[in-house]
């Protein structure tokens, strides 16, 4: 069996790596602003570390890294670090997760390094409510970062929306809006009950299906076929719309079948499965000189360890309680 074949027969050729746990925003349903806590500097693995673990990864036949938080933007030094992955060998696809707040001074310099492909987090197009949802004045600067990474070549870019009701369900149509007049693919996604113990309840969880039904209004729908290898995006374009919109519906219509990732957390744990606590140390046996090869075993094991499917519906409390913002959403 390839080294990249889990148990079920999935291939897994995609890391989602988090280089920081740290971050510019306080989002109120992702960072708890009370009782926070940071990894010390020393936990976090240094870009060497992860270029490291980047490289064995391919070796073992990842293909795609995204490069998440925390707020990947914020950590000291990222464009050159962007630019020693973008020489990497065997990656073939590297994109970035973003909440754009840094954009407008850095897209330039990463689409320089080599970065083609972004995604911007924004779950408003209301000023005054970003900076309820974010805790921060910062929508004036996602907007314009969102205009220069447009300007500057990125394609796509994608604007990820987590749906909320009472939160931000009513602006769908606004969203929807978006994506006619920008050449954006507008991603919705199914809030879920990960990183804060209390936060998610089921009275705030909006389905795909029910947004779909509330954006049928705006106009009619032309679903997109999905690539063989596209991701566990559900695509749709509006009439003459310069962009899409998407669904990403980790709770309604599980991707696991075909789920092909890993994620390696700012501390250095490669995790299986987003909804499940298993993890695989890397960093311990990373400091303690382990070889190529160690690492390789360790790797495969994490692969070796992907659960079936996740049962993010049915979590227990207690569980799956670490925040997104360290493993890398
Ligand atoms: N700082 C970057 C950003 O804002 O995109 C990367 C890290 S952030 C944790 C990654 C994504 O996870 C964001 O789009 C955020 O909205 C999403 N996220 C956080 N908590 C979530 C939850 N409970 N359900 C769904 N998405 C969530």
Known sequence: MAPNVDPYNREIT????????????RCIYCTPVKDLKLFDH??????????????????????KVRLTGGEPLIRRNFVHFVESLCRMPRIEDL??????????KMAG???EAGVRRINVS?????PLKYTKITRRECFDAVW???????????????????????LNDNELLRFADLSVRKPYQVRFIEYMPIGRD????PEKYVSSDEMKSKLKTFGPLRKIPRPTHGGPAERYRFE?????????????????????????TADGKLRPCLFADDEVDIKTPLRNGCSHEDLRVLFQEAIARKPREHHAETLEKGECLRLMSTIGG
């Open 14 to 25: 995609y890391l989602r790596v988090s280089v920081t746990d740290r971050c510019n925003l």
């Open 144 to 166: 314009n970062g969102l205009q220069i990474a447009e300007a500057v070549g990125f394609s796509p870019i994608k604007v990820n929306v987590v749906v909320i009701r009472g």
């Open 240 to 264: 003459s719309a310069k962009g899409e919109i998407g669904f990403i519906s980790p709770l309604s219509h599980h991707f696991c079948p075909s789920c092909n990732r890993l994620r390696l």
């Open 198 to 201: 209390g936060d998610w309840t």
């Open 122 to 126: 924004l779950d408003t197009l209301n």
């Open 95 to 104: 994109s970035i997760t973003t909440n754009g707040v840094l954009l407008k």
């Open 109 to 111: 310099p990463l689409f």
């Open 42 to 63: 020393a936990d976090i693995l240094n870009y060497e570390e992860i270029l490291k673990v980047i490289r064995v990864a391919t070796e073992v036949g990842i293909k």
